[in-house]
């Protein structure tokens, strides 16, 4: 009876049996400086999402994966083949798609004809999965026929999300002279791998073998018969793979003289400095204790920030960094500062709704702190209190106390009042709106126990009812 090898994914070194093979994985946590033991079913996965850490539970992972049923290879459409450069192939290897019996090898040939008779050369895009459980892929299948069969070759492609655009610098302002254009064509020549006279290949993909397979080869075959001991060398039959060829590089030897003549470099070393680029920038516009050196006006400070990225909203990661931006940069922008409060109260309900909140408690507090600061400056004083009162409302009726008291109380976030601006609030108003409990106040209690307490009940029935 056949038996099954032993896997070298895991195996003891001493006695090569994978059950003698003992892991174990403990969780600690630190608090207050001591570790503590945290047993795996409290762990689970979050991604960090700025300064924060977003929990993801095995239940989101469920319902948030691509559930696919089984092995498929769906064609989605037909486009033509110069439509796909090769720069967008993705993967270390394609697969030949022939088909298992007489009748798909029939209808492969078939379709393989079609495509390739076209008035252009037509491919299919499809959705392959390898199996159950697995992420589809999107895939290119491009015709191929030879005497003996007919094929198709599926490679994938990248979705959107897998294409990085790169910019590089344009070639447009570059000067090259008519000997260094020709020089370079002939070193292209010289370095051709294919003899147009014998038609030879050097380096042919079906000769050459993968350098990285033989060492392994070797290393494994070494260790079976020497158990113990360094692993040997690299063999010259290894390192001779890919060399350059003898041939190749007298042809070109000439080319590559006239290349180092044509176009010389030098070696530039850099000193590394620990300097902002702000820095940098200041001192290459004005030199160091020179005396027209201008004052810090704002046409200096907005030269000083070109490097710093244009902000026009503010998001949730960087809330008050981008106010501040913003107001910065409101006049040059020709925006509004009232827009630029709104974007900041919106940014603020979205971090008190989130299921979060408590997560998010510095991040609100530095939100709110920012906003009364700069209130006075900007006359948005009477916008604030406004806005403050209806949070306070908003907080109320959703019965979020914890966040009043973490956030609003503990912080002393209260109203702007007169003796900082004419519109603010009065003394007692904004000692009112912090010595104010979001819980239910006297005067509701008293309600609530005369709605319970009608005119039809009486002391007897409440007697019958803690019977």
């Known amino acids: 009876m056949a038996t099954t090898k032993q896997s070298w994914k895991k195996c003891h070194a001493q006695t090569h049996k994978t059950s003698d093979i003992i892991s174990e994985c403990n969780y600690y946590t630190v608090e207050d400086g001591d570790e503590v033991s945290v047993h795996q079913s409290d762990i689970g996965k979050a991604f960090k999402y700025g300064m924060d850490l977003i929990p993801y539970s095995k239940d989101d992972e469920f319902q948030a994966k691509y559930v696919t049923e089984g092995k498929t290879l769906d064609v989605i459409a037909f486009t033509r083949s110069s439509l796909i450069p090769h720069h967008l192939f993705m993967g270390d290897q394609a697969h030949l798609v022939q088909g298992t019996d007489e ?65 590089f610098p344009s070639f447009k302002n570059v000067e090259t002279s008519k000997e260094q254009e020709d020089m370079i064509d002939g070193l292209i020549d010289d370095m051709m791998l294919t003899n147009e006279e014998t038609g030879e290949e050097l380096f042919a993909p079906k000769e050459t073998i993968n350098p990285h397979f033989q060492r392994t080869f070797q290393c494994l075959s070494h260790r079976m018969l020497h158990s113990r001991g360094k692993l040997p060398n690299i063999s010259d039959h290894i390192k001779s793979i890919l060399q350059q060829n003898n041939q190749v590089m007298k042809q070109c030897e000439d080319k590559l003289q006239q290349l180092i003549k044509l176009f010389p470099v030098g070696s530039h070393n850099v000193e590394k400095k620990n300097e902002k680029t702000n820095d940098l920038w200041k001192n290459m516009v004005f030199k160091s204790g020179s005396e027209d050196q201008p004052s810090e006006s704002s046409e200096i400070k907005a030269n000083l920030k070109i490097d710093e990225k244009v902000i026009t909203k503010i998001g949730l990661n960087t809330p008050k960094e981008d106010f501040i931006r913003l107001i910065e940069t409101a006049v040059s922008n020709q925006t509004s500062t009232t827009y630029v409060y709104e974007e900041m109260m919106t940014c603020i309900r979205e971090l008190l709704n989130d299921v ?87 005067s509701q209690q008293v309600d609530i126990v005369d709605e319970f307490m009608n005119e039809d009940d009486d002391a007897d029935d409440l007697l019958d009812m803690l019977e």
């Open 103 to 167: 009748q798909a090898r029939g209808a492969i040939s078939t379709l393989v004809e079609a495509l390739l008779t076209s008035d252009e050369e037509m491919c299919a895009i499809a959705c392959y999965v390898y199996r159950k459980g697995t992420n589809p892929k999107l895939v290119a299948m491009l015709p191929r026929s030879k005497d003996k069969y007919a094929a198709l070759v599926m490679v994938q492609l990248p979705f959107s999300e897998d294409v990085r655009p790169l910019s």
């Open 356 to 442: 979060l909140a408590m997560k998010h408690s510095f991040k609100i507090t530095q939100c709110f702190n920012i906003i009364l600061q700069s209130a006075c400056k900007n006359s948005q004083v009477s916008r604030v209190n406004k806005f403050l009162q209806e949070v306070k409302s908003d907080l109320k009726n959703a019965e979020k106390i914890e966040i009043w008291k973490n956030i609003f109380q503990q912080n002393s976030i209260g109203l702007i009042s007169r003796d900082d601006d004419v519109e603010g609030a009065t003394r007692g108003e904004c000692d009112a709106f912090l010595s104010d409990d979001v819980s239910i106040t006297t």
